[in-house]
């Protein structure tokens, strides 16, 4: 919450405690590359809405992430 990564940054912290970030970031692929692995240090903690594209991602990597740790 108190780590300012991007300058169009918007934190919320809800009454529960989470917190929502958003940002306004290019599709280049190496920001999206650098975004991946900023998110993905957040490990299960972190739900990615959009882009879909993104958030499917995501999903797919902490999947595989997962499997690792099966039997």
């Known amino acids: 919450r108190a780590r300012r990564v991007h300058p169009t940054q918007k934190v919320g912290v809800s009454?529960?405690?989470?917190?929502r970030a958003s940002m306004r970031v290019a599709?280049?692929?190496?920001?999206?590359?650098?975004?991946?692995?900023?998110?993905?240090?957040?490990?299960a903690a972190v739900r990615v809405v959009e882009p879909p594209e993104l958030a499917q991602d995501i999903a797919a990597e902490?999947?595989?992430?997962?499997?690792?740790?099966?039997s």
């Open 15 to 19: 009454r529960d405690g989470r917190v």
């Open 62 to 70: 902490l999947r595989r992430a997962a499997l690792r740790y099966e």
């Open 27 to 43: 599709a280049a692929p190496e920001v999206m590359a650098q975004l991946r692995t900023w998110l993905l240090g957040f490990g």
